[in-house]
């Protein structure tokens, strides 16, 4: 697994790419063993994935019964939920790559995306642990989210920005598909799994 100095490596390469610095490259493995070693970001995400998962507990639990709770379950599914999240937007990307001929971009789509998911859910779970433990906070928390991911949306085009070299049409759509399917596949696998609030 990759050490803390690592990572901030690897994020240094990153903020370089979001500020239109070719630089950044130089500070990301895009080999197969870089590839390969960008998916213990999903290991480096498990706290604030962890705090997310007590404000969905908190969620659901809302609208059971008050003597209702929830079981291992219950997170196995939440944690089956998030590794769809991670891995289908990847899919949708290289299949898109692959229909455009720039198949060879991939491996700094994935790099990048992953280590990025990082500082973003560690963003997203500080968001979630004010709603979990200061309740009053919820419609300021509403607009940060807000704000969020507006960010979110911005920086990722950034860094595709360099990856595409300009490709303005290829930029909005990779963009899309690491995003909007994400969002789609949350909410039918939190209804089909059984744990959407109903």
Same mark, same amino acid.
């Not at 989210?145 to 507006?150: D, K, N, P, S, Y």
């Given at each position: 697994?990759?050490?803390?100095?690592? $990572?901030?490596?690897?994020? @240094? #390469? %990153?903020? &370089? *790419?979001?500020?239109?610095?070719?630089?950044? +490259?130089?500070?990301?493995?895009?080999?197969?063993?870089?590839?390969?070693?960008?998916?213990?970001?999903?290991?480096?995400?498990?706290?604030?994935?962890?705090?997310?998962?007590?404000?969905?507990?908190?969620?659901?639990?809302?609208?059971?019964?008050?003597?209702?709770?929830?079981?291992?379950?219950?997170?196995?599914?939440?944690?089956?939920?998030?590794?769809?999240?991670?891995? $289908?937007?990847?899919?949708? @990307? #290289? %299949?898109? &790559? *692959?229909?455009?001929?720039?198949?060879?971009? +991939?491996?700094?789509?994935?790099?990048?995306?992953?280590?990025?998911?990082?500082?973003?859910?560690?963003?997203?779970?500080?968001?979630?642990?004010?709603?979990?433990?200061?309740?009053?906070?919820?419609?300021?928390?509403?607009?940060?989210?807000?704000?969020?991911?507006?960010?979110?949306?911005?920086?990722?085009?950034?860094?595709?920005?360099?990856?595409?070299?300009?490709?303005?049409?290829?930029?909005?759509?990779?963009? %899309?598909? &690491? *995003?909007?399917?994400?969002?789609?596949?949350?909410?039918?696998?939190?209804?089909?799994?059984?744990?959407?609030?109903?």
């Amino acid at each position: 697994m990759p050490g803390l100095r690592e $990572v901030q490596y690897y994020l @240094a #390469g %990153l903020w &370089l *790419l979001i500020r239109l610095d070719p630089r950044g +490259f130089r500070y990301l493995d895009m080999s197969e063993r870089g590839v390969n070693r960008s998916f213990w970001a999903i290991a480096w995400c498990l706290p604030p994935m962890g705090i997310s998962w007590l404000w969905w507990r908190q969620v659901f639990l809302r609208s059971m019964p008050p003597e209702a709770d929830v079981g291992f379950a219950f997170y196995v599914r939440l944690g089956f939920v998030e590794l769809a999240n991670w891995f $289908v937007p990847l899919v949708f @990307a #290289g %299949l898109l &790559l *692959l229909a455009f001929r720039m198949g060879e971009r +991939f491996a700094p789509v994935v790099v990048s995306v992953n280590w990025l998911g990082v500082p973003l859910s560690y963003i997203n779970g500080l968001l979630l642990a004010m709603v979990v433990f200061l309740p009053g906070s919820v419609g300021l928390v509403s607009l940060l989210l807000l704000a969020f991911m507006l960010a979110q949306v911005f920086v990722l085009a950034r860094i595709l920005r360099m990856i595409c070299q300009g490709h303005v049409l290829m930029v909005g759509a990779m963009t %899309l598909v &690491l *995003l909007v399917p994400s969002m789609i596949l949350s909410e039918y696998l939190q209804h089909f799994l059984g744990i959407y609030p109903t």
